[in-house]
């Protein structure tokens, strides 16, 4: 049987008691696993369909905007209108089979990430996935880490169909209101909690908890912050 411990903590961050880690938040894309999961998902749909052209097309414009500024929150706005008019339960099925594609390459996920998480529930940590990305994407990885909710960009539909709307998305300041909303309708104490994140925008997710986590080294402005390491 596998006992707790506390995790080690290179960086100066309290360390971790799995026996009281009420939950760990963790980010997903680049995070938990090594794809942007609404853009592989994306790109993976558009093959199955024999679109694979207008698929890059859209990919590319997608990275053009966010390389000349357009912030996350509307860039995500924008990509998710390409899912207008298609059934969502389509779109589950398809999710479940880009998964099984994906899951299949053993680097999909992120080794030590999922190893940590493994500990952690064992030991009674409620998992949450916080993620801008999407249900059909993120629902079979929560099955896969038994997480217990999943937090994520929500996309509006009407007769079984998206719309292209995005009533809310989750990036930056969304994580952590999404965060603040979760404590208060479960109770849990975010000073007991754990996160993991790789990106700046993951800090304010990592200021409500006691435990932050940064995973891979790949953004600069994470580099001073007070947290555990992980390898990305």
């Known amino acids: 049987m596998n006992q707790p411990h506390a995790a080690p ?20 894309d680049e995070t938990l696993v090594r794809d942007v999961t609404f ?4 790109a993976f749909d558009a093959r199955r369909r024999a679109r ?27 990509f998710y209108r390409h899912w207008a008019g298609r059934e ?3 779109v589950s099925r398809t999710g479940r089979d880009w998964f099984a594609s994906r ?8 080794v030590a990430v999922r190893r940590r998480l493994d500990e952690l529930r064992r030991a009674g940590t409620r998992i ?4 801008g990305s999407f249900v059909p994407a993120l629902h079979p ?22 719309t292209g709307a995005v009533p809310a998305t989750m990036v930056g300041a969304d994580k952590s209101a999404a965060l603040l909303r979760y404590a208060e309708r479960t109770a849990v104490d975010l ?42």
């Open 52 to 78: 694979g052209e207008e698929a890059d097309a859209v990919l590319e414009k997608f990275r053009a905007l966010r390389a000349a500024g357009m912030s996350r929150g509307e860039s995500h706005r924008w």
């Open 141 to 162: 990885i929560a099955e896969a880490v038994g997480a217990t909710s999943v937090l994520c960009t929500t996309l509006e539909t009407a007769g079984g169909r998206y």
């Open 128 to 131: 949450v996935l916080v993620s």
């Open 39 to 42: 853009l592989s998902l994306f």
């Open 88 to 90: 969502v339960a389509e």
């Open 103 to 110: 899951a299949a390459d053993s680097a999909f996920f992120n």
């Open 191 to 232: 000073s007991s909690c754990t996160a993991f994140g790789d990106h700046h925008s993951d800090i304010a997710m990592f200021d409500l908890v006691g435990h932050p986590v940064v995973v891979g080294d790949t953004d600069r402005r994470l580099h001073g912050y007070p947290a555990e390491r992980l390898p990305g």
């Open 9 to 28: 903590d290179p960086a100066g961050a309290p360390a971790v008691d799995d026996r009281h880690v009420p939950a760990a938040f963790v980010d997903v």
